[in-house]
Antibody
Framework: EVQLVESGGGLVQPGRSLKLSCAASGFTFSNYYMAWVRQAPTKGLEWVASITNSGGSTYYRDSVKGRFTISRDNAKSTLYLQMDSLRSEDTATYYC???????????WGQGVMVTVSS | DTVLTQSPALAVSPGERVSISCRASEGVNSYMHWYQQKPGQQPKLLIYKASNLASGVPARFSGSGSGTDFTLTIDPVEADDTATYFCQQSWNDFTFGSGTKLEIK
């Protein structure tokens, strides 16, 4: 059974950093692209970043470029999102997702809440 | 960015057929996918590449469309289908529609 379990969320002040982790199991992690998607409270879904299966290429939405870094450790089957210079508009539930056929998002974690507030 | 437009809400009775639409601001070459999100839960993939049923999803769900206009159909609707449905394109980066909230009367 595919499982994605996020951790590392919490309350952080504007301008500070936070690192999210996603532990994957039930599939060969190194074979899949992975992505982070976020959802602000009572809002819609927003893609944040993606990474290729080898980790050799990364992609970001414009609003997080230069502040967020997606990475992975295939030996540990773990995906990361380093978030620096956090802003109030980054407040959201962050989901770890697996990219499936035609870059659909075929598995999602339960999500982790990040609140940016003073 | 490719903007995806969905109607905000629909209400139908159990047993009826419902179609949820998604219009893209530019062609997405059938790289359109549909998700169901129930309150307090993570989204779940229903349909990928416009018309392909995801694993474990009941055949009551189907998808159609190409180019800029896509439809998710549920037939027949059941009470458990109460949820918000999102479309997402992956032809030009990733963008999501704003979601259609489906109420079962």
């Amino acid at each position: 059974e595919v499982q994605l379990v996020e951790s590392g969320g919490g309350l952080v002040q504007p301008g500070r950093s936070l690192k999210l982790s996603c532990a994957a199991s039930g599939f060969t992690f190194s074979n899949y692209y992975m992505a982070w998607v976020r959802q602000a409270p009572t809002k819609g879904l927003e893609w944040v970043a993606s990474i290729t299966n080898s980790g050799g290429s990364t992609y970001y939405r414009d609003s997080v470029k230069g502040r967020f870094t997606i990475s992975r450790d295939n030996a540990k089957s773990t995906l990361y999102l380093q978030m620096d210079s956090l802003r109030s508009e980054d407040t959201a539930t962050y989901y770890c997702t697996r990219e499936g056929p035609r870059r659909s998002l075929d598995y999602w974690g339960q999500g982790v809440m990040v609140t940016v507030s003073s | 960015d490719t903007v995806l437009t969905q109607s905000p809400a629909l209400a139908v009775s159990p047993g009826e057929r419902v179609s949820i639409s998604c219009r893209a601001s530019e062609g997405v070459n059938s790289y359109m996918h549909w998700y169901q999100q129930k309150p307090g839960q993570q989204p779940k993939l229903l349909i990928y590449k416009a018309s392909n049923l995801a694993s474990g999803v009941p055949a009551r769900f189907s998808g159609s469309g190409s180019g800029t206009d896509f439809t998710l159909t549920i037939d027949p609707v059941e009470a458990d289908d109460t949820a918000t449905y999102f479309c997402q394109q992956s032809w030009n980066d990733f963008t999501f529609g704003s979601g259609t909230k489906l109420e079962i009367k």
